[in-house]
């Protein structure tokens, strides 16, 4: 395959490798973060974590939206299929996350609620028009990336005066929960997660472009390389941060320059900023209560925001005790440092979001390192 092949070959993999060692000093220890559930996969699937050094050490983060998601707004979604009478639409991963009294979406459908599965969020606006009698929400999750889809959606419904379709908004935003994880009380207080630099998202880069990580990067001296989701682009990034690393820099660097500019997509950050405003603060699964990192419907738009429509009462609910999900998210502890990894929790019987989403940290040490040691 053009375009992929290249980003897979072994012999530019070893030699990668081999760069990597010769350019990592063996006193130092390089802790990076990959914020991408794309990237962490790639790792999994790749072993790249087995080809590089000992003392490089790749930290899963908090990129996966439907892990990121609190409880309390599953419970919600929860609410408005079962108490509303709405046919509640949402992407796949979503329908069997757990929340409170481990009651999923696809629970709540078994029980008679109508929740069914798309793929866009313009699936969800034809069942509305295919169904005006009854009232359609459609649960919206995701970082920058699935954003503009959802203002497309908004702005037909408007266009349209489409009055039984409305938008569960729960878009987070990158920049802030980086942040976030660098500033959070528990992270001080705890001592227990140096973070030298991180691996940039691929897909939300291209929508905000790279610009957005410089301020991060000056603020907090920590370097930054935005890869893509191949094993080559993780291994050529980690190459680039070591080098800035030793070189005691703090840089925005730009490995995925074939889809990600500084500027990124303008069109659809003006679709966005068109629909949305910044909310004061949006509770973050393992982040607690993080200022400016998710998106709410403006007033324009309030006729098709659900939370306006139903009066949605944004909960907030604990985590499962049993589950690490929350320390797994933040980069605390890895999935084997959870007690039910792998035995009560698996991807069949998932307790926790990591083991729920695709994209998850749980679900990518289960199926392709669940018996390595990669702490």
Known sequence: MKFVDEFRDHALAKTLAAKIRAEVRPETRYHVMEFCGGHT?????????????????????????????????????????????????????????????????LKAKAEG???????????????????????????????????????VALQQARAADLKNFTVFCNHVLTPSAIANILESPEVRRLGTLPLDGFVGPAHVSAVIGSRPY???????????????????????????????????????????SRVVTREGNIKAQALVAEVFELRRTFEWRGLGLVPYSALAIKEAFAAWDAERRFAVPARSVPDNKACECGA????????????????????ENPLGSCMVSSEGACAAYYTYGRFRDAG
């Open 41 to 105: 996969h790639a790792i999994f699937r790749y072993g790249i974590q087995d080809l590089l050094p000992a003392n490089v050490r790749l930290i899963h983060g908090p990129g996966c939206p439907v892990c990121v998601l609190p409880v309390g707004r599953i419970d919600d979604a929860v609410a408005l299929a079962r108490d509303h009478g709405v046919i509640l639409c949402t992407y796949g991963d979503m329908l069997r996350v757990p929340g409170s009294k481990r009651v999923s979406l």
């Open 328 to 347: 797994i998210l933040r980069g605390l502890k890895t999935p084997r440092d959870c007690k039910v990894f792998g035995t009560a929790c698996t991807p």
């Open 113 to 151: 609620a109508d929740v069914r599965m798309v793929y866009s969020s313009l699936d969800a606006l034809k069942i509305a028009r295919d169904n005006p009698d009854r009232q359609v929400v459609f649960f919206a999750i995701g970082f920058e990336t699935t954003t503009p889809p959802t203002a």
């Open 214 to 256: 410089e301020f991060f990067a000056e603020e907090y001296e920590r370097p930054v390389v935005i890869a893509g989701f191949e094993p080559l682009d993780v291994m050529q990034a980690v190459l680039m941060l070591v080098r800035q690393l030793n070189e005691g820099r703090a840089e925005v660097e730009n490995e995925y």
